[in-house]
């Protein structure tokens, strides 16, 4: 079969074979390192949830609860959020914690969102580049963006957990 087709088409089948593998390979390496960054990019997001929770609520962490494992956001939501399970010492799991990039009056920022279990989501604060911008945020509770994500926080966490009992 080959011995029919002229050394144009020959040239041509060529060329798009070689460019058609070299976009397999390109794309089989995206893909493994945005697989390899995964873990890395959790582990960042629980040190950031730990220093947020350590700051507002000493008392309790890391004393009572420790961050536990990652919990799958199964909505939209999940490309710029993280859901962790919180672990009493025990190895009780009973809240949930929530770190998302929300908008707010400053530009966007991380912020952490603690769910008790109960319907009850409080907002623990942000996850701020520098000490420089953290003076400035004294009294960010009050904000409207915040209060809408915590009424959105508390529709993720409930249905993401519901979602997790059926499987």
């Not at 397999?24 to 945005?34: D, E, K, P």
């Not at 008392?59 to 990652?70: D, L, T």
């Not at 914690?97 to 969102?113: E, H, K, N, Q």
């Not at 701020?128 to 926080?153: G, T, V």
Request: no cysteine; charged share 25%; net charge positive.
């Amino acid at each position: 079969m080959l011995e029919t087709i002229d050394k144009e088409t020959k040239l041509k089948v060529k060329t798009y074979l070689i460019f058609t593998s070299l976009l397999i390979v390109m794309a089989l390496l995206l893909t493994s390192f945005s697989l390899l960054a995964r873990k890395n990019w959790n582990n960042q997001l629980r040190v950031h949830v730990e220093t947020v929770l350590e700051n507002s609520r000493p008392e309790e962490f890391p004393a009572k609860y420790s961050i536990g494992n990652p919990v799958k956001i199964n909505s939209s939501i999940s490309v710029s959020s993280n859901m962790y399970e919180i672990t009493s010492k025990s190895n009780k799991t009973s809240k949930y914690v929530l770190i998302t990039r929300i908008t707010s009056y400053w530009g966007p920022l991380a912020a952490v969102f603690l769910y008790d279990g109960n319907g009850v989501v409080t907002f623990e604060g942000f996850v701020f580049p520098s000490k420089r911008i953290e003076s400035q945020f004294d009294n960010a509770e009050n904000e409207l963006s915040i209060k809408y994500w915590k009424n959105k926080a508390l529709v993720i966490f409930e249905q993401t957990l519901k979602d997790g009992e059926k499987k």
